[in-house]
């Protein structure tokens, strides 16, 4: 096993204890070794009691090197490193959800993947930010809280899971361990690794309704005792099931290699390169005078509309270890990401047949037509080197793991808009905000759909220069501490100090000439609690920490002051106010149930966001704000079950019941709304049972509350209501021989009519995947 996989999981019991991971030239030694002993033995007549063989679990050469095996829901560690206890003993909500797992449901990129998950729902922002992910956890922003192996990954990219080992979800501030942001927690993916423990290859091949295709390769190679290669490639495409022509297509190929010079030094180095090519599809909008949805709205998408992103990263990972109790971890990455779309909404409006019609009011009919196009690019490149030094200590008579840190990352980030013009001829009239003008409906005065509905606008575009500049450059230092005050008390805490350069030179809306907003500050964040064994299998927690979000700290806005970017006082433009503060208080507790394989937790939690930035009058488009006007609080209950219910039966299980309320806002009509796109309720079940050794049979149900459109820190639209859903899907898996599996998935069995989140006036909403069907073939040889 390698150092580096020994120091990120160092409660995970070792291959060789579990009879797994053995070299052929290994097992003849001890083959060898144990006859010899036995020749001995016989000679000198002396007799050895020999103990008896113990036969673990089978565990195929992928398993993943953080899970529990046998258990294939239930990790036993999170894959950083500064986390040094296991996952039932680390103070804090974190759900993780194993390779295995997500397999099994079917999903694959990290928005439908995340959006199952309870206490997450799924945002919108100024042009649907549709770049890609975007999620809130606990109520707060999340946007920007993504990480991969531990180091930030900016950018609106598209998330794809191929080459994702796990993914964790840590719940409530974190800024201690990932800076800035982090208010209601943070995601991070890890990667797929090469290993020197064993040569395998998974080849597997999907086909399903709408036109589903999907190919992954896996495959490590072992190139001599200390060094191994792997590669992981994706094809993939499918039509957005129900609204085809809208579609996904997908490929990538990530590549490690992995070389040990001696005993105490590890290096790794990752290539990872991914595209996305979609055509998307806002869905629907609802009607702002009912406030009802539009639940009969026809596939509008347009020829020519995209979403694209092109992600390529290289990292280097190196691991020493200076001692048995001291290791040294170093992670370099440089990535850079181009981003853009381009798409047609939706609205509904009152449609006239010619212009003398809409001019004088008359044979006016109920339409919907095509909306301003929502559109923008992206350019990301970045560079991050992220240094731990992790020590097992004895001082005052206490056993000490610390964890001292150092980080500095430059992130820059260009955002543009597109040019485009509209070559179709125009099959309707509006009288909108700008007066009566031509437009394209897509349904006729008899309310069918009109001929050619994909091909109507037919428009041109092409990329303009960019409207905002934006780069962060940070350096960090952190220490952490875990002490045993004895058998039953368990003390910890760590601090972290940001300095960052910020500057962010950005067109404001109709401005001419940029403005350039800078800032260089420093500030400090941090946790501390403390835990109590009640046995040695469970305990409870509790613990305080904080977050820190900067003005401007969101990339993808500019001086959009409503979502995340710059917000400038306006009697001191260059005056952008104290970072937001955020503080949380959690109790929690841990159970280890079935011989380790059942994981049960539960907690409480409060967490209050103070100095709150807010745009001028609620215009989301304004860069002129009030700063740290507003203030909101998130207190709720976390409930979450992982592991083997039994032998046969495996279950991921988790509830979430929050509260959000605006404490104070320049607008005293907000204090006390709830906050926008929050869901109050959300459950998860995803459950498997192996029926027999060769079959197996499962099923998720998905549960979330109502939601109210809205952005992000402000007061919920109450008027505008997603409306709750529950939603099931199934599968099922046969083991054919030794090398081939075959797996079916089901999704929204009952093709339940859905919706994720909606934009703060409602003019798009968007829709849940209908019913779809995939069959796939695993072969391993």
């Not at 063989?53 to 195929?60: A, G, I, N, R």
């Not at 039953?488 to 000439?513: I, L």
């Not at 006390?672 to 149900?701: D, P």
């Not at 999704?747 to 798009?764: I, P």
Request: hydrophobic share 35%; net charge negative; charged share 20%.
């Amino acid at each position: 096993m390698s150092k580096i996989e020994q120091a990120e999981s160092s409660t995970r019991t070792e291959n060789t204890a579990k009879g797994i991971g053995f070299k052929p030239c290994a097992l003849a030694i001890a083959i060898s070794g144990a006859l010899c002993t036995n020749i001995a033995s016989a000679t000198d007549e002396v007799n050895v009691e020999l103990d008896k063989l113990q036969v673990q679990e089978t565990v195929t050469p992928d398993t993943n090197p953080y899970a529990v095996p046998g258990a294939p829901y239930l990790a036993r560690s999170v894959s950083d490193a500064r986390r040094t206890r296991s996952l039932a003993d680390t103070p804090q909500t974190i759900a993780v959800l194993t390779g295995a797992q997500i397999i099994d449901s079917g999903r694959s990129d990290l928005t439908e993947i995340l959006d199952a998950q309870p206490g997450i729902t799924l945002g919108t922002g100024e042009n649907g930010n549709a770049f890609g992910d975007r999620y809130i956890i606990r109520g707060h922003e999340a946007r920007s809280d993504i990480f991969v192996d531990g180091l930030r990954d900016p950018g609106m990219t598209i998330r794809e899971s191929f080459a994702t080992e796990q993914v964790e979800i840590s719940k409530g501030p974190s800024s201690s361990f990932a800076g800035r942001g982090t208010t209601g927690g943070a995601v991070n993916s890890a990667t797929k690794r090469a290993s020197t423990e064993y040569d395998f290859s998974k080849l597997s091949a999907a086909v399903g309704t709408d036109g589903h295709r999907r190919v992954t390769l896996d495959t490590n190679q072992v190139i001599s005792y200390d060094s191994a290669v792997r590669a992981n490639v994706l094809l993939s495409q499918e039509n957005v099931p129900d609204r085809a022509p809208a579609d996904r297509q997908r490929k990538g190929i990530a590549l490690s290699a992995t070389h040990q010079p001696s005993d105490d030094l590890e290096i790794t180095a990752d290539i990872y390169h991914f595209q996305g090519d979609d055509t998307p599809d806002l869905g629907t909008y609802i009607d702002r005078t009912t406030g009802a949805i539009n639940e009969d709205v026809p596939t509008y998408t347009q020829n020519g509309d995209f979403l694209e992103s092109e992600v390529t990263t290289a990292t280097v990972r190196v691991g020493y270890e200076i001692s048995p109790e001291t290791k040294l971890l170093n992670s370099t990455r440089y990535g850079v990401t181009d981003n853009g779309y381009f798409i047609h909404g939706l609205g509904g409006t009152t449609a006239y047949p010619t212009q003398a019609d809409a001019n004088a009011g008359t044979n006016s009919y109920s339409s919907m037509a095509l909306d301003n196009p929502h559109q923008g690019w992206q350019d990301v490149d970045y560079f991050v080197n992220q240094t731990s030094l992790i020590t097992k200590q004895e001082i005052g008579g206490l056993n000490h793991e610390i964890v001292a840190g150092l980080e500095y990352s430059k992130q820059h980030v260009l955002n543009g808009t597109y040019s485009n013009t509209a070559n179709g001829a125009a099959n309707c009239w509006t009288n909108g905000r700008g007066g009566v003008g031509a437009s394209y409906c897509v349904v006729d005065a008899d309310g069918n759909e009109v001929a050619n509905i994909n091909d109507l606008s037919q428009r041109e575009v092409s990329k303009e220069s960019w409207d905002a500049n934006w780069k962060m450059e940070t350096v960090s230092l952190s220490l952490m501490d875990t002490v045993d005050l004895n058998d039953k008390w368990t003390a910890f805490g760590g601090v972290r100090y940001d300095y960052y350069d910020y500057s962010n030179e950005s067109f404001g809306r109709g401005a001419s000439v940029a403005t350039v907003y800078a800032a260089k500050e420093g500030y400090v964040n941090g946790h501390l609690g403390a835990s109590y064994k009640i046995t040695s299998d469970a305990n409870v927690y509790a613990s305080f920490s904080t977050a820190t979000n900067l003005n401007g700290g969101e990339s993808d806005l500019g001086s959009s002051c409503g979502y995340g970017g710059v917000c400038a006082d306006a009697t001191d433009p260059q005056n952008l106010g104290d970072p937001e503060r955020t503080y949380s208080l959690e109790l929690g507790t841990k159970w280890r149930l079935n011989d380790d394989k059942l994981l049960l937790s539960a907690s409480v939690f409060n967490i209050t966001k103070h100095d709150v930035f807010e745009s001028a009058s609620g215009d989301s488009y304004a860069n002129m704000g009030t700063l740290n006007t507003g203030k909101n609080r998130v207190q709720g209950v976390e409930l979450g079950l992982a592991g083997n219910l039994t032998d046969k039966l495996s279950a991921h299980v988790g509830y979430t019941m929050m509260d959000a309320k605006v404490l104070a806002s320049v607008n005293a009509a907000n204090v006390g709304a709830t906050l926008g796109n929050f869901a109050e309720k959300s459950l998860s079940v995803q459950l498997k049972y192996q029926a027999t050794a060769k079959f197996a049979v499962g099923g998720i149900a998905t549960y979330e509350s109502e939601r109210y459109a809205g952005q992000p820190d402000s007061a919920a639209n109450m008027a505008l209501e997603v409306p709750s859903y529950t939603k099931f899907d199934a599968f099922a898996s046969y083991q054919l021989n030794r090398d081939t599996k075959i797996r079916l998935n089901v999704n929204n069995v009952f093709d339940k009519d859905y919706y994720l989140a909606a934009y703060r006036s409602g003019t798009f909403t968007y829709i849940g995947d209908a019913r779809s069907a995939q069959i796939s073939i695993d072969y391993s040889f």
